[in-house]
Every structure is written in C-alpha cells, then in structure tokens.
C-alpha cells in the first residue's frame, strides 16, 4: 500500500516534471514532434550554450511561443527557420550554414583530422624503417662495426 | 633536417598560446545583430501616449532607438545618462520592452523623458523583430532608418565614446 503509493507519487512529480516545459496545446502530433525537434535545434539568443527546449531565459520563452504560432499558423520548417534567423542570425542555428565565413569552423575538423593522419603516417613508416636497418644501406653496420660490436658483447659476457 | 622537427611542438604551443590569449579579450557573449546595416522592420504600433506611430515617424535623422524597461535594473543606471543625451539633442526614440505599461509612464513622469516617443510593446513581439535578447539595448539608426549598430547593456559616457560617436562621425560625414 505505501509502496504503491510513493510510486503513484514518483509518476505524479514526473508528470508535472514534462510539463514544465510543454504546455502547448497542439492541434496534432506531428506539430508537437517538429515543435520538439525545433526547440532541440534552435539556440537561446541569451544564452552561450542552451538550446529553446532546455534555456528558462524569457527570451526563449518567448521564442517558444512565437515558434508554437508559427507552427499552428502552417509555416513550413524553411519559414520557421528564415524566421529566427532574420531576427537573431545564424547565432541562433546549431547547424551554421557553409559559407565564407564558417568555412574554418566547418574545415578545421576536417583539416586536423588529415593532419592528424599525415602524423600517424609519417609515424608509422619511420618505425617501419627503423625496425629493419638492414633494408637500409646507411643504417647498416659495417663490417669493423660489426667486429667491435662483437668485442664488446664478449666482454660483457665473460665479466657475468 | 631532423632537428627542424624538434621546433614542431614550440610551434604548436605559441600557436595555441595566442588562440587562447585572443579569446581571453572576445567577449562570449557577443552576438552580431541579424539587423545591422538593414533598415529596421516595418511597424504599425501605438505609443505609451496612446498615439499610431510607424518605422516612417523614426527615420529622417541619425537617432538611437533604446529598449527599456521598468523591470530592468540595468535601465535604472541608464536612464540619467539618456536624460544627459537628449539635452545634447541626440534624438532617442523608446520601446518599452515587456513591461507594465502604467508603471513605465510613473517612471517617465517621475525620472524625465528624454525620448520623442515610446513604442508600447507589452507583448515583446516588436523587440523580437528587432532581435532583442534582453533590456537595455540601443540600436544607432541613420537618416533612412538602416541600422547601423546594436549595443547591448547599458549605455555610459564611455560606451557612447567608443561605440556611437565615432559611428555618427563618420554618417555626419558620408552625409556631408
């Protein structure tokens, strides 16, 4: 009985947990999906790092509301996004478009990522190379090399 | 040769030593207005006075236009310096962000009224065309209403020092 109880509680406060954020009443469920994935993708002009869904800022509240307008009005994604974008830039997008100005943002990942593997390479052949001296020429010993190495290990060995 | 490769990381390091020590002076929470260098967004609203008022009644002079509110702290600070700036004969035009609109007529009556008009924007829906995040915020506009600056936070003699005269100076002297 009080176990059952606390549970119904648990599920009660989770309840009320969800609709802290959405109170909105949409007129379908694909509204309230792309709703969702609008607040996901669309960042809080006030905020450094949060996006509609997660900021409490009363900007992004009231983005939210715009954005559940805009929705119920039959606005396509293209109008919804031209519209935040228009008053707030590309700050707004989590998803920056390629352009001029974001091409070290978009190339640099992948330019390190080259270099990265140009490392890796270079690496990987110079342990290669080392590995195996004899398959260079320079590195190999020569023969009175050869014969002082063998000297010198023959003396360690008779000092052990 | 291989010495040179020895310098690699010395390079490395000084070349994020000065990304990081850059960063140190960029302010993160700088946004670009969408705005700048467009003209302000068409409008039909009414004033705090009650009067119809359009973008048409804010061009046809290098004007600031000023975000306030009576619940913004950080307008209390502002409001005596924008007193000094129209007495200057700078032109401030008002949108009264979000705010109740009896208490922002209190607090001009009471603190002066440096602006020509305020817009009553109760629901914030002006503020968003203009891309506002928050109060206070002065947006510089020339004489054909393009919007040539956006500051946000309070305005001070030294703000307007940096930002808007030098911006003014050169309209005045473009127009000139």
């Known amino acids: 009985m009080k176990r059952g109880l606390l549970i ?10 969800v609709a802290v954020v959405d109170t909105w009443d949409f007129s379908s469920d694909a509204l309230r999906t792309r709703y969702l994935e609008f ?25 939210r509301k715009e954005l559940y307008r805009l929705l119920e009005e039959g606005k396509t994604d293209a109008d919804i996004i031209e519209f935040m974008v228009a008053r707030y830039g590309d700050y707004v997008l989590y998803d920056p478009p390629l352009e001029k100005r974001t091409w070290v943002l978009w ?54 | ?45 009414v004033t705090l006075d009650g009067n119809e008022v359009s973008q048409v009644d804010m061009t046809g002079d290098i004007a600031i236009v000023n975000v306030w509110a009576t619940w913004c702290p950080s307008c209390h600070v502002e409001h005596a310096y924008l007193n000094e700036l129209a007495t200057r004969g700078v032109i401030i035009f008002g949108v009264n962000y979000k705010d109740d609109l009896p208490k922002a007529r209190q607090w001009l009556a009471q603190r002066g009224d440096p602006y020509r008009f305020n817009i009553a924007d109760e629901e914030g829906l002006f503020g968003l065309d203009l891309g506002v995040t928050g109060a206070p915020e002065t947006y510089l506009i020339d004489a054909n209403g393009v919007v040539r600056l956006r500051y946000q936070g309070p305005l001070s003699e030294r703000v307007w020092q940096q930002e808007f005269a030098p911006r003014i100076a050169k309209l005045n002297g473009a127009a000139g």
């Not at chain 2, 030593?17 to 700048?36: F, I, K």
């Open chain 1, 8 to 17: 119904g509680m648990t599920l009660l406060w989770a309840l009320s947990a």
């Open chain 1, 39 to 63: 607040t996901q993708i669309l960042r809080c002009p006030k905020c450094q790092n949060q996006n509609l869904a997660d900021s409490n800022a009363p900007i992004a509240e009231d983005l």
């Open chain 1, 107 to 160: 190339l640099t990942p992948a330019a390190l990522l080259l270099v990265g593997l140009a490392v890796l390479v270079i690496l990987v052949r110079t342990r290669a190379s080392d590995a195996s001296p004899a398959d260079r020429g320079s590195n190999a010993l020569s023969t009175t090399e050869r014969q002082r190495l063998d000297a010198l290990l023959n003396t360690d060995n008779t000092q052990e």
């Open chain 2, 1 to 45: 040769m291989k010495r040179w490769g020895l310098y690699v990381p010395l390079v490395i390091f000084v070349a994020v030593a000065v990304l990081l020590w850059r960063g140190l002076s960029l302010d993160p929470n700088y946004m670009p207005s969408a705005l700048e260098n467009k003209p302000l967004p068409a409008f039909k609203l």
